[in-house]
């Protein structure tokens, strides 16, 4: 994989370093992106099981797909590039990763520094009282959960039409305005308000790097495009960090 000579040059000043993560990061691990020619809203409809009025008028059909998913994540393993984008909080001075995705990879890998701008698969909610628990059964030991309030249990993840989780959200436009450059990995750039996110880093003089095999609506403004697995590039782009860390030892 060809590094352009011009993001080498940004990579050797970068000190402060983020990244945006979606769906396609987690695609060569085997868990399915959403959009696409084999993405999940391709089999269902987001407005049936990601809304909190599909929750409202049908909460066993909703689990019943949430626990379909866990089964397929539980035997998923973190890849490369979830590795690489762990790796990066050591390389860099300081480095922050956003992501969109609820699967726990990023954790796995060892992320650290991470804001969930979806929330967590592992982490059931109530729809009453609001109290949170982390719950990683598969299966779980009944369908809909539930409570001890008596109420019922929910993914603590974002649906459509709902806000995200304010802490996380500001914490993410933080990160976007204050790097130097901002990765944006294995995500359409469709869904707002994350998507609005390398725009952010743009405006406010970042190097916005995008890596991703298909083009996006933000591709044209990127200001490199990588054009690949995320688990391709990104440990091909690590070498190179490592390349330039050995070459300013080796020179001071
Ligand atoms: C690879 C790869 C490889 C493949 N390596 N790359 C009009 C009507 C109604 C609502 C709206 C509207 N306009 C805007 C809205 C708001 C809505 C929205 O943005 N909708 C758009 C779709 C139009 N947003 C919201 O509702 C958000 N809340 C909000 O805005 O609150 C205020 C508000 C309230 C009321 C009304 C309006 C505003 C909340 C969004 C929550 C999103 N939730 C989901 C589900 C999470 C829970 C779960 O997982 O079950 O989050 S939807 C889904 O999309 C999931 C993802 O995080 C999110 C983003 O998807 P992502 O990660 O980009 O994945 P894909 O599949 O889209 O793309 C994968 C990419 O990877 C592709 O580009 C591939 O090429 C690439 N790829 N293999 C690297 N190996
Ligand atoms: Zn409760």
């Known amino acids: 994989m060809e590094i352009p000579a011009a993001l080498i040059e940004r990579l050797e000043g970068a000190r402060r370093v983020s990244a945006l993560t979606g769906a396609g990061v987690s695609s060569e691990s085997g868990v399915p992106t959403f959009r696409g020619p084999k993405g999940l809203w391709k089999q269902f409809r987001p407005e049936e099981l990601a809304t909190p009025e599909a929750f409202q008028r049908d909460p066993r059909l909703v689990w019943e797909w949430y626990e379909w998913r866990r089964s397929k ?3 998923c393993s973190p890849n490369a590039a979830h590795r690489v984008l762990a790796d990066w909080e050591r390389r860099f001075e300081e480095f922050w990763l ?3 995705n609820v699967d726990g990879l990023h954790d796995r890998a060892g992320s ?3 804001v969930k701008l979806h929330g ?3 982490e059931l909610r109530c729809a009453g009282c609001g109290v949170r628990e982390r719950n990683e059964a ?5 369908i809909p959960p539930r409570c001890h ?3 019922l249990l929910r993914p603590a993840v974002v649906w459509f039409g709902e806000s995200l989780p304010e802490a996380a959200w500001r914490r ?3 990160v ?3 790097c130097q450059l901002f990765f944006v990995v294995g995500t359409s750039a469709l869904v707002q308000p994350a998507a609005s996110l390398p725009w952010v880093a743009r405006e406010a003089g970042a190097c916005v790097v995008e890596v991703n095999p298909d083009s996006t609506p933000f591709t044209p403004f990127a200001d490199v495009s990588l054009r690949g697995p995320a688990a391709v590039v990104l440990p091909a782009l690590d070498q190179v960090i490592c390349q330039v860390g050995q070459r300013d030892e080796e020179s001071s």
């Open 73 to 75: 994540i539980a035997s």
């Open 98 to 100: 956003v992501t969109q």
């Open 112 to 114: 650290r520094n991470l």
């Open 120 to 122: 967590d698969l592992w």
């Open 138 to 142: 598969v299966p779980l030991p009944a």
């Open 149 to 151: 309030c008596g109420n």
């Open 172 to 174: 993410a436009v933080e």
């Open 176 to 178: 976007a305005r204050s």
